[in-house]
Structure formats: C-alpha cells, structure tokens
C-alpha cells in the first residue's frame, strides 16, 4: 500500500519556493519577439488560451491586444493573481500538476514554468489532458548550462526553485510520449542583460518548443 505522507512533505517544501512573478523587461522583450509568431499559427482568434506560469499577465495583456479574448491564466501565487485579475483576466490558483481541465484549451502559452516542475513528464501528461486535439503548446525554458561563453552564464540549474533543466532531446522524447507532435524547436539568446539593482551583465540561452496534441493521452478514461 502506498504511503503519501513523504510525498506531502516533499510538496509542501516546494510549494514554499513559489515567488511573484512581476513583468520585467526580459520577460516583455522576450514575449513581444515570441507571441506574435504563436498566434499567427493559432489564427482563430476564438481559440482558447491558457497561459500557465502567467506571472502578473504581460502575456495575457498582449494577446487581447491581438484580437484573442477568450485567454485566461493560471499561477499559485498570490500577488500574481491579484495582479492579473486587476488587469481584467481570468486566473486559476491552481498547480498545473493537479489541472482538472480535459479537452478544454486550444492553445497553452508555458513560458520558464517547466523548469519549475519537480517531475516535468507527469507535467506534460497534464498538459495533454487539457488541450483539445490539434491544439497547440509553446514551452520555453532555460537551456542547460553547458558552456559559460555560448550559454546561460548563470548556472540556473542551482537556483532554488528550478528542478527540471534539462536538454532539448530529453525533452523532445517527453514530449513525444506524452502524445505531441513537435512542430519547431530552437533557441533564444539573449546578450548582455542586467537583473534588477545590479550593474553587472550576463548572457543567457532560451530553448522553446512549438508542439501539437497528435494523440489523447487520456483516451482510455
């Protein structure tokens, strides 16, 4: 018989780590260069769209500004709720492991939330269940620090809340079983950037990924 007491430890502890998530300008710049892209391919602006990891809802901002009002987002903390609903859209407090949704979305915006997950396939089978076949999932995540001069120059695999930075093939193979067809994949450098109150800049690499839902993982429900 399985004992979840452990478990409910371990998920307490990493419910903790959870932060705000203000707009920041790497965040805006780097939405204004990968959205619009996004839901050109999407196009039916009566599309559904869940923004998971929406931060303080720059995203969800944008989108409505392209005609796509139907989006909603969904994070656990609470400043980013507050912020979000003062902005008129709707929020879930929820985890996105635990999502009761199922064939509902047509589109999901994940933006720097997998890395977050301390178990990423189970996150990704979520992910699955809540789209409607066909629909469309862009992920983007820090790339695994490799090399200080072409890659990220901070070692984001160290940084408390980060427990799946991993390379883009393992992540194409999660995907893959998981029931997505994987439509692009590439990277985002980013050069010379300042985190706020610092003088001192850095480099950093992004790998995103556009997929498709090919296959309903939950098709024996």
Known sequence: MRSWKDFEKFYNKIVSDIYHEPDSLLTMQVVDKMLPGFLDILRDKNSRI??????????????????????????????????????GFKVHQIDFNFMEFKNEFNAVWMRHALEHSPFPFYTIWKLNIILKNGGLLYVEMPQPHIDRLKNSER???????????????????????????????????????????????????????????????????
């Open 50 to 87: 869940l923004d998971v990891g929406c931060g303080s809802g720059y995203a969800l901002e944008k989108m409505k500004e392209r005609g796509f009002e139907n989006v909603e987002g969904l994070t656990l903390n609470d400043e980013d709720i507050k912020d979000v609903t003062k902005r």
């Open 155 to 221: 070692i984001l695999e160290k940084f408390p809340n980060h427990y799946s930075i991993m390379g883009s093939e393992m992540y194409k193979s999660l995907f893959s079983r998981a029931g997505f067809r994987l439509v692009q994949h590439d990277e985002i450098f980013l050069s010379n950037m300042k985190q706020p109150g610092k003088t001192e800049t850095f480099n950093e690499t992004y790998d995103w990924y556009l997929l498709q839902k090919v296959e309903d993982v939950a098709s024996d429900d």
